[in-house]
């Protein structure tokens, strides 16, 4: 029990370091996304929102702004309403760039790079389900085997299963090998919606 825990704390330390160097090395382009974000529309350039992560409890994600500042955000991702997403957002959404603010998450020790995705508190099935498989003991994720099986046009019950076999079968061949379909998904822009 020990030397398992020992692992999840190197593993932690590490995951965490490593978003520490990627956001300097990202800093150019964070910047640049930031001025591009602030001069499309009015409103914060960053936004955060309560997420469900470890254990079921509430912490706040952080993304770049990508609707506008007076739209509704407590909805799911394949809910939003088209007209309320920025023209920039629009292109950070299919590329992904508007999740990089989350290497903040890690670095705090409330997100991972692998895991499940963590939703808004609204989500209640997802949760509970969450809960009920134990997948929510676990730190959600930047990106997950669920993520890169449909994303957001998979429902509820594929997501749950998706989560259980990568729980049950995590390794590190299985954590490259999502890493890089998540590369290829996001330059294919495949199952995301605008």
């Not at 963590?118 to 498989?133: A, D, H, W």
């Not at 134990?134 to 959600?140: G, Q, T, W």
Request: charged share 25%; proline share 3%.
């Amino acid at each position: 029990m020990k030397k398992f825990l020992g692992g999840i704390i190197i593993v932690n330390i590490f995951e965490r370091c490593l978003a520490l160097i990627m956001l300097i090395i990202l800093s150019p382009l964070l910047l640049l996304i930031a001025i591009i974000v602030r001069l499309d529309s009015k409103g914060e350039i960053l936004f955060k929102q309560k997420r469900i992560g470890k254990n079921s409890k509430i912490f706040y994600i952080y993304k770049f702004r990508t609707m506008s500042d007076n739209s509704h955000r407590s909805v799911p991702s394949n809910e939003l309403i088209s007209e309320n997403i920025t023209k920039i957002g629009k292109y950070l959404r299919k590329t992904s760039l508007d999740e990089l603010p989350q290497l903040i998450n890690i670095i705090k020790g409330e997100m991972s790079f692998i895991g499940y995705r963590p939703v808004i508190p609204e989500e209640t099935n997802l949760i509970s389900l969450r809960k009920k498989y134990k997948i929510d003991e676990n730190l959600p994720g930047l990106t997950g085997w669920a993520q890169i099986n449909g994303r957001d046009s998979i429902d509820t019950y594929e997501k749950i299963e998706f989560e259980r076999y990568y729980y049950q079968n995590k390794n590190t061949l299985f954590n490259i090998k999502i890493i890089l379909m998540t590369i290829c998904k996001v330059i294919t822009r495949e199952c995301v919606y605008d």
